[in-house]
């Protein structure tokens, strides 16, 4: 098999696993958790981030060569996301952004239409956009027409490790919008995150299920193999389902049997 590369934002990546720095009980695991998984980009809350505190920030941790991730969780409408997005960049943390918006206290599900009006405002800036929405396909071809890099659709709500509940309304992202799909939010298991790559999702971002983990560098590990084998398997061109069972040998002309 030819080497699978995945170029987002005029960067190469060899991994399809995004992951994040939320919900560690310590952040000096975030490197362990980097290497374990061969992660190459993560995610990060901007009001995480303080600069100027002197007992260090999560961003100490985050390895060098990662592609760095800033997101805007706390944002609950598009101008707040857009504020949070050009601190970012103003802070040095690059293009790339992450949009999440909000508004929603007790399921956290986000809003589409101040989701899609932030990304049409930051792509405009030149900014690389990853908005993270429902598993809608009307909200995800306004994000198309807004410039968006990507489409981050939830396979569950966040943080509740519930799977892939949302997989069919992913599939159907998965074949109609012509952008990459990464999905996001939700996903509790490897297995889950293979499953995903296995409809043809381009990659997936996990975090609460790493960071929660009884181990979190072994279950980073599981993740990084998990979501190869399922981008794998989607190459390699599953065989077709049937209704009615198909011996894989001929039951028939063994010992003179007809």
């Known amino acids: 098999m030819c080497e699978d590369i995945f170029e987002i934002g005029g960067v190469k990546l060899n991994s399809r696993l995004f992951t994040g720095t939320g919900k560690y009980g310590d952040d000096a695991i975030v490197p362990d958790v980097c290497e374990a998984s061969g992660s190459q980009v993560i995610t990060v809350a901007l009001r995480r981030v303080d600069l100027e505190s002197s007992t260090g920030n999560v961003m100490d941790f985050i390895p060098k060569h990662m592609q760095l991730l800033p997101n805007t969780s706390g944002a609950r409408t598009a101008e707040e996301a857009v504020r949070i997005a050009r601190l970012a960049r103003a802070m040095g943390c690059g293009d790339w952004i992450k ?109 609460t299920a790493i960071a929660t983990a009884s181990d979190p560098r072994v279950m980073a590990k599981a993740f990084g193999r998990a979501v190869k084998a399922g981008r794998e398997a989607y190459l390699s061109g599953p065989g077709a389902t049937k209704v009615h069972a198909d011996a894989s040998s001929p039951l028939t002309g063994f010992l003179g049997g007809e």
């Open 99 to 207: 949009i999440e918006v909000i508004s929603d206290n007790k399921y956290l599900l986000p809003d589409g239409y101040e989701t899609a009006k932030a990304t049409e405002i930051l792509a405009k800036e030149g900014f690389i956009v990853f908005p993270y929405v429902n598993a809608d396909l009307y909200v995800a071809q306004s994000l198309v027409n807004a410039g968006a890099a990507a489409v981050m659709p939830l396979g569950a709500p966040i943080g509740t490790n519930r799977g892939l509940k949302t997989r069919e309304m992913v599939r159907i992202l998965i074949e109609e919008i012509d952008l990459p799909i990464i999905v996001d939010a939700g996903i509790g298991r490897p297995s889950e995150a293979c499953e995903a790559m296995e409809m043809g999702a381009d990659a997936c971002l996990v975090n």
